[in-house]
């Protein structure tokens, strides 16, 4: 029998793919960005989608009580250690980890997965992150919390993401006993892809021949072909600053009178103009767009479906809506293989 998920803040529907990967199908979805809403609708057509504000939503009008699991991460740029100017307790998004406290609390589900930022942990001096899991102790779930990093996990991507998982019937998640997977490079996740200029569309492709791993393997498993090879547009002037940069290497490797622009370096973030190390995994996958993360041996921008890639949403995954979102909705999600560790030791948990 499938065991059956609610995937509450989904954007486009990470966790609900490594969920589904796991064995585990979500029924519901809620999620405010229309955008998202209609990505996660066209890659889970059995889900059904709530395209709402999550403070109007009852969830026993759509789902009865106690799914096995209930999983999804409040919005995080209030907690974001990258983003200074949204990263204080006015934010109102800060406040929304208590409607998650709610569909826990309405829904009683076996299980439940709250994601979020590193910095949300340590947000407040630590508060919040207490209070969330304080908050749903007392209403009966046994709890432990952690920071797993995506790459020990398969993917070829840097990026910390602290949870708090919870077992009703008093089964202790153990982040110390997951398995860690060999390391996958940049080079082993995209190398297969196609070439491609900067600004070019190219919405269907060809995958480069002879070339194989377990990765691709996994990403290739439902497509015969790479889509949505899609790269931005970037000013001449900022193709050019590109091509002083080595891999690994940032804005700091730019002839200062390309940067003229600037009115100063001082405060540059290390990330802006990164060029990627192709012998590595990434560094966090974020907004790569505004960031300028730079393809590891073209003079260009990542695709789309490069940066999907590097995430490890598979291949025969599509987004919808205007390019700006679509980035974004790479940037925001949870690595689906990082979500499929997880919910399978959770279901691994649940059979002892």
């Keep these: 029998m499938k065991k059956i998920a609610v995937d509450i803040f989904s954007g486009a529907g990470g966790l609900s793919v490594g969920a589904k990967m796991a064995g585990i199908e979500s029924l519901l979805a809620v999620e405010y960005c229309k955008h998202a809403a209609s990505t996660y609708q066209k890659n889970h057509q059995k889900t059904k989608v709530l395209n709402k504000d999550i403070k109007s939503v009852n969830p026993l009008d759509y789902t009865e009580k106690n799914p096995f699991i209930l999983f999804g991460g409040p919005p995080c740029q209030g907690f974001s250690i990258a983003n200074t100017k949204t990263r204080n307790l006015d934010n109102p998004n800060n406040w929304m980890f208590k409607e998650y406290i709610r569909f826990v609390e309405d829904l009683e589900p ?44 398969g993917v070829p991507q840097k990026r910390k993401r602290f949870f708090i998982i919870g077992n009703r019937f008093k089964k202790k998640f153990d982040f110390n006993s997951l398995k860690k997977e060999s390391v996958v490079s ?14 070019e569309q190219l919405l269907s492709g060809d995958y480069k021949p002879n070339i194989t791993n377990s990765y691709l393997e996994i990403m290739r498993k439902k497509s015969d072909k790479p889509l949505q090879n899609i790269v931005s547009k970037n000013k001449e002037y900022i193709i050019e600053r590109y ?32 060029r990627l190390d192709e012998n590595q995994p990434t560094v966090t996958i974020a907004n790569y767009r505004k960031s300028m993360l730079i393809h590891p041996t073209e003079d260009r921008g990542l695709s789309l479906r490069e940066a999907a890639r590097l995430q490890s949403f598979p291949d025969d995954f599509i987004f919808e809506g205007p390019l700006s979102y679509q980035q974004q909705q790479v940037g925001n999600a949870v690595p689906p293989l990082l979500a499929k560790v997880i919910f399978e030791n959770i279901l691994f948990l649940d059979n002892q």
């Excluded at 949300?120 to 207490?130: L, Q, T």
């Design 186 to 199: 940049v080079k082993d996740a995209i190398s297969d892809l196609p070439s491609l200029k900067n600004g």
């Design 110 to 153: 076996e299980w439940f997965l709250f994601e979020n930022v590193v910095g949300f942990k340590s947000f407040n001096n630590g508060e919040f992150a207490k209070e969330v899991e304080t908050n749903l102790k007392n209403l009966g779930y046994t709890t432990s919390s952690g920071v797993l990093c995506a790459s020990d996990f």
């Design 243 to 274: 091509k002083y940069i080595r891999q690994g290497k940032n804005w700091q490797d730019i002839p200062k009178k390309l940067l003229s622009n600037y009115s100063s370096t001082v405060n540059m973030h290390s990330g802006i103009y990164k």
